[in-house]
Nanobody, 121 residues
């Protein structure tokens, strides 16, 4: 009943920029936090950035100062602006949203399908 659709992944040279988008659709009563995670080959999935419904943000130390997370509540969309990309940023990036599909306020986590970001010369 809830779907997250990601876009914006691709290949870029070091120092370049990408902007990821993730739109939530379906049965949505409310959305609390939204975030971006990434998983490099052979590594666990780690939080990259998170934003609450009120706009508070947090970032992994490795991306702080380079990445910016934002959201458009009217569009149920979260963005990740990635600047000064490094090869170590190469990973599959996943969108996550904490969603209440019903008026009982129970929250459920939903994931996007993942999008590949590759940073190489």
């Amino acid at each position: 009943q809830v779907q997250l659709v990601e876009s914006g992944g691709g290949s870029v040279q070091p120092g370049g920029s990408l902007r990821l988008s993730c739109a939530a659709s379906g049965s949505i009563f409310g959305i609390n936090s939204m975030g971006w995670y990434r998983q490099a080959p052979g590594k666990q999935r780690d939080l990259v950035a998170e934003i609450t419904s009120g706009g508070s943000t947090s970032y992994a130390d490795s991306v702080k100062g380079r990445f910016t997370i934002s959201r458009d509540n009217a569009k149920n969309t979260v963005y990740l602006q990635m600047n000064s990309l490094k090869p170590e940023d190469t990973a599959v990036y996943y969108c996550n949203a904490e969603v209440s599909p019903y008026s009982d306020f129970r929250m459920y986590h939903y994931w996007g399908q993942g999008t590949q970001v590759t940073v190489s010369s």
